[in-house]
């Protein structure tokens, strides 16, 4: 694959993650495969893009004061452990195993992604993005430990298992269980992930699962294509973006599915 392509694709994947809160990575991890590289390889070297990308979204972000410090701290805490453990299980398992998994896990960002916007158009989401009162507003900043607990694991075992950030459950939970909107939701989430791909970067490159200058490449893409999604987030209109997205997942889980079974048999 070029350099000129890696970078695109980094471009591609940074514009989603400042739009969705994405990571990157559950585009570039079957685009990698596609170009032959294995699944845990892909994974490792993703992580790079994930970080980069997190990392300038984060500082966009923080310099607008759009950014919930204390959530995405709490979310940190519990991901960068769970990276670890996903990181050492992306190791240890087949690669097919690990093509059929990410196959169902596009499928599962997919039904998010629906559920997200779903979330946004109900009478009582929209009644508890215009709550000013003290108690909403306190339960949005602080939450229990026990949801950031659930929030933070999750998305970083997911993060460490496939390579991807893990915003694609890490927004949504945060909408479901810290009553948060989608515009405050995903800074926290790019400021969490940050911390989780930094972690999981460093056991992969450890153990001599990364590609760096593959992923550089992605990064500098990422770093470019974030700073535009941030800047449409609040002006652009989602729905069209969505169902090209999920349209995008599909395909590609398709072919993750068809990658998996075929390694599988062989």
Same mark, same amino acid.
């Given at each position: 694959m070029s350099l000129a392509i890696l970078?695109?694709?980094?471009?591609?994947?940074?514009?989603?993650?400042?739009?969705f809160g994405l990571g990157?990575?559950?585009?570039?991890?079957?685009?990698? @495969?596609? $170009?032959?590289?294995?699944?845990?390889?892909? &994974? &490792?070297? *993703?992580l790079i893009g994930v970080f980069l990308t997190a990392l300038s979204g984060t500082i966009r972000y923080?310099?607008?004061? !759009?950014?919930? $410090?204390? @959530?995405?701290?709490?979310?940190?805490?519990?991901?960068?452990?769970a990276v670890q453990v996903g990181a050492w299980l992306a190791r240890h398992?087949?690669? *097919? $195993?690990? &093509?059929?998994?990410f196959s169902l896990l596009l499928l599962a960002a997919i039904y998010l992604l629906g559920l997200r916007k779903t979330l946004i158009d109900t009478e009582t989401f929209a009644l508890l993005l215009d709550s000013d009162s003290e108690e909403g507003t306190r339960q949005n900043q602080t939450g229990s430990r026990w949801e950031f607990a659930k929030i933070g694991g999750l998305g970083g075992a997911i993060a460490g298992l496939f390579g991807i950030g893990g915003g694609i459950v890490m927004v949504p939970l945060q909408v479901l269980l810290l009553g948060e909107s989608i515009a405050s939701a995903v800074p926290t989430t790019l400021a969490a992930v940050t911390a989780i791909a930094a972690s999981g970067?460093? !056991?992969?490159?450890w153990?001599? @699962?990364?590609? $760096?200058?593959? +992923?550089?490449?992605?990064?500098?893409?990422?770093?470019?294509?974030?700073?535009?999604?941030t800047r449409l987030l609040p002006h652009l209109s989602a729905t069209?973006?969505?169902?090209?997205?999920?349209l995008i997942l599909f395909v590609l889980s398709l072919y993750m599915m068809r !990658? +998996?079974?075929?390694?599988?048999?062989?």
């Open positions: 970078f695109g694709l980094g471009i591609c994947t940074g514009l989603l993650a400042g739009l990157g990575g559950i585009l570039i991890v079957p685009v990698l @495969n596609l $170009w032959g590289f294995p699944v845990v390889t892909a &994974a &490792a070297t *993703s923080s310099s607008t004061k !759009q950014l919930n $410090w204390q @959530n995405a701290l709490q979310m940190a805490l519990f991901g960068v452990p398992l087949p690669d *097919s $195993w690990l &093509a059929i998994s970067l460093v !056991q992969y490159a153990n001599g @699962n990364v590609l $760096w200058i593959p +992923g550089l490449c992605i990064g500098c893409g990422g770093i470019l294509g974030v700073q535009l999604g069209l973006i969505n169902t090209l997205f999920r !990658q +998996g079974l075929v390694k599988g048999i062989i």
